[in-house]
């Protein structure tokens, strides 16, 4: 298949899936108990004013499925509703926090490259007790819940040790950044250890292979083969997970600044859910589903690029 | 005529008990060292929490106000939280929901995804197509988003929580089970079953599910070990567990406030079972993994 056509048929099977999933997200407020008016305007009921407001904006004097076709429009016009507690436009509230999410999962994500690869090509190639350490090491990360490292890394970094703040993503550029290193390691623990696991395991198989060995007889420098002939081909399994590991950071970012007290999505979703405000919960968790999907369809298609052998649209 | 019957019993007992040693070989045969360790630190965590009325020194809730935030002593091995309930009678009451939670997340996916995979591997065309789809919509919402929108709508409590992450779990579950069934499917004692005039259902409930049962259990256990954490985080995060219930979530939470007022002993205490907890698991589950991978 040429790539032209495969790309479409990606492009066409990621739009089907969002189109469901948005239904889904759209038909959590009919699966609340009670009426959907009573739900959103919950215990504290509603001004006539908010009613008319409600109703218009969910178009609940609609039929079932022409609401969904008017929320998807809206939604597609970037119009995501309208905050009952912050009595804001719920698209201005996460364009507001969305940065702070981004920065924490690209800074993890470069924590989570940078760590697992080097962990995992040091034990696979040093062998004996640092293999046996390393691995030790990510069992224990793969075992330990993000909540669990931030609230360490709170306790010694921040309240013990006084080296970085205990709360807050900071004033904006490097303060923000400085804010943001003890949530980062939180989140990549786990994801660095899981990657040093891939990683160990494919240097080693590559390690065994006849081509390493022609370079080795043939006296290249140990240096050259790990790069250019060992690494470079171990990159095929290792690229996959870290971009979907990338894919479950957007959830794992929710109980993190949590921890952390960052103004970002995930705190927002969690803050909504306990006071009720659904506009936001629908919009925020439309969004972080969008961007898993979103990210998961482009590694799928980088993972063709990176290996020729794979043949486009192989389902395998 | 009482000779015979008794002598079969006894030898039925005989053959019982040598089964029952070949159970334990083999299942220590495929945990290896380092699984039968994990598993029996496992079963002590289990004991310990199943029977927590009798193994606990104190009541989990009765809070000693005059005693809160007081280090480890004689009288309170590990020290009192914040409100003055011992911490290790609270670490002993968590563990059941820390346990039990994820256990009936894990017990649910597991049924139902592996009728939903048997039934697609055998009928196999359409339905497959139609169960494989119904996973794929499923797999795009990560894990820990289904108990959240579960939470959102029906409020905060263990059992939505539990709903929620059972919901998440069925396509993992599901999409291992069908590759494996698809694969049985193909194998000639399945044919050979169905010329014997075997119905569907019957050949896979006694010859496909068998086969594949080794997969099914590895990878339910390879699952509770996320389950755990997901359950324990949505604790933390004051959406699951509800206080004043012991639960090891909610005690990092209640922990965390006092390790910024400098008491770190109730965080560092249920965050270490949780960390033990799902190391147990998780090697167990590696192990039953491999192992059933080299028996095809």
């Known amino acids: 298949m040429s790539l032209a056509p495969y790309l479409l048929r990606r492009l066409g099977g990621l739009l089907l899936v969002l189109l469901v999933t948005s239904f889904i997200v759209f038909g959590l407020l009919y699966l609340a108990p009670g009426s959907p008016l009573a739900f959103i ?62 920065a924490l999962v690209s800074m993890a994500a470069i924590i989570i490259a940078l760590v697992g690869i080097a962990a995992g090509t040091f034990a696979a190639l040093r062998g004996g007790w640092g293999d046996q350490l390393t691995s030790t090491l990510a069992a224990v990360g793969l075992s330990t819940p993000s909540f669990v490292v931030g609230v360490a890394l709170i306790s010694v970094f921040a309240v013990g040790l006084g080296w970085f703040p205990t709360f807050g993503s900071g004033t904006g550029g490097v303060d923000t950044l400085y804010h943001l290193v003890l949530p980062a390691v939180a989140l990549s623990v786990a994801s660095a250890a899981y990657l040093a696991r891939i990683t160990r395991a494919a240097v080693l198989e590559e390690g065994g292979r006849e081509h390493v060995q022609t370079a080795t007889a043939r006296g290249l420098a140990p240096g050259h083969i790990v790069r250019h002939h060992v690494l470079r081909n171990s990159l095929i399994p290792i690229v996959t997970v870290l971009g979907l590991t990338i894919a479950t950071l957007i959830a794992g970012a929710v109980v993190v600044e949590n921890v952390f007290a960052l103004d970002g999505l995930g705190s927002l979703l969690v803050r909504a859910i306990l006071q009720r405000d659904f506009a936001v919960v629908q919009a925020v968790i439309l969004v972080l589903v969008v961007a898993f999907v979103v990210v998961n369809a482009i590694v799928d298609v980088l993972y063709t690029f990176i290996d020729p052998r794979i043949t486009l649209g192989s389902r395998q | 005529m009482t000779t015979p019957s008794t002598m079969s019993l006894a030898v039925a007992r005989v053959r019982d008990r040598r089964r029952a040693t070949g159970f334990a070989r083999r299942t220590a045969d495929r945990l290896g060292v380092v699984g039968c360790i994990a598993a029996t630190i496992l079963l002590v965590i289990a004991l310990a929490a199943a029977f927590a009325p009798l193994v606990a020194p104190y009541d989990p809730d009765y809070p000693d106000l005059l005693a809160s935030l007081s280090g480890p002593s004689p009288a309170h091995l590990l020290g009192t939280d914040a409100l003055g309930r011992d911490i290790l009678s609270r670490l002993i009451w968590g563990s059941r929901i820390t346990l039990a939670g994820p256990g009936l997340v894990i017990v649910i996916a597991t049924v139902v995804g592996t009728l939903l995979a048997l039934l697609a591997a055998w009928r196999g065309g359409r339905t497959d197509t139609a169960v494989a789809w119904v ?91 996320f389950a755990v954490i997901e359950l324990a985080a949505v604790s933390f995060l004051g959406l699951g567990v509800q206080p004043p219930t012991a639960d090891l979530g909610l005690m990092v939470k209640s922990g965390f406030d006092s390790v910024l007022r400098g008491h770190p002993a109730e965080a560092i205490a249920a965050g270490t079972l949780i960390v033990l907890i799902v190391w147990c698991v998780t090697v167990i589950g590696d192990r039953l993994t491999s192992s059933a991978r080299s028996m095809r």
């Open chain 1, 41 to 102: 305007l919950g215990p504290r009921g509603g001004t006539p004013e908010q009613i008319a407001a409600v109703t218009e904006q969910y178009h609940l004097d609609d039929p079932f499925l022409l609401r969904y076709v008017a929320w998807l429009g809206d939604l597609l016009r970037g119009d995501l509703g309208y905050s009952i507690v912050y009595r804001q436009d719920v698209s201005a509230l996460i364009s507001s926090r969305v940065g702070t999410t981004l």
């Open chain 2, 135 to 225: 996973l794929d919509i499923l797999f795009a919402v990560p894990g820990i988003v289904f108990a959240l929108i579960a939470v959102a709508i029906w409020g905060p409590s263990l059992a939505t929580v539990v709903g929620g992450l059972a919901i998440a779990y069925v396509p993992y579950v599901a999409r291992v089970v069908r590759g494996a069934s698809l694969r049985e499917r193909r194998m000639p004692y399945v044919s050979a079953a169905w010329l014997q005039g075997q119905s569907g259902t019957g050949i896979t409930f006694t010859q496909i599910l068998p086969n594949v049962q080794p997969i099914v259990v590895a990878q339910a256990v390879s699952s509770l070990g």
